[in-house]
């Protein structure tokens, strides 16, 4: 079933942007929107609030604010499962041993500095499209990628 999911390349592997990029573009999955942004504290908190009781909350937020991020809207069979299998594990070094090929284990370091996210459900897809990519009340035409 075609679903729509929110991938986003975080500080750490914006440098390395081509690289993923190529790999979504080579996979199943087709890239429907895509922008660069620099997310302030605020926005970092609201969208990773589910996070916000976390003994790593503190560390996510500064990390995710050291520098700007690439959101992407992504389109396929499945997207949301699919988009988060390219990822692998969220540790980066967990991915280095259980999934080499993966992005995490190709292009990030660690537990918090794990280059890419992607949504976890089709629920939490909805709410992080809308965070990045507002469907209503921003400026300009309507982007119908
Ligand atoms: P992400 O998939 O974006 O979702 C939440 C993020 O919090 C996660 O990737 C990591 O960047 C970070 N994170 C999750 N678990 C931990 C952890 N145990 N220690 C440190 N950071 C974590």
Not at 85 to 110: H, M, Q, V, Y
Not at 126 to 140: D, I, N, Q, W, Y
């Amino acid at each position: 079933k075609k679903e729509r999911t929110l991938a986003m390349i975080k500080p750490d592997a914006v440098a390395k942007m081509g690289a993923i990029i190529e790999m979504i573009l080579s996979s199943d999955l087709t890239i429907t929107k895509m922008k660069m942004v620099a997310l302030t504290r605020k926005e970092a908190v609201d969208f990773y609030v589910e996070h916000q009781t976390k003994t790593f909350f503190n560390d996510l937020i500064n990390f995710m604010i050291s520098g700007p991020v690439i959101a992407m809207e992504i389109l396929g069979d499945e997207s949301v499962c699919a988009w988060r299998k390219l990822l692998g594990p969220t540790n980066s070094s967990t991915a280095r041993s259980e999934s080499p090929n993966s992005i995490r284990a190709k292009f990030g370091t660690d537990g918090t500095k794990n280059a890419a996210h992607g949504s976890d459900s089709v629920a939490s897809a909805a709410r992080e499209l809308e965070f990045f990519f507002p469907t209503s009340g921003g400026r300009g035409p309507p982007n119908t990628a």
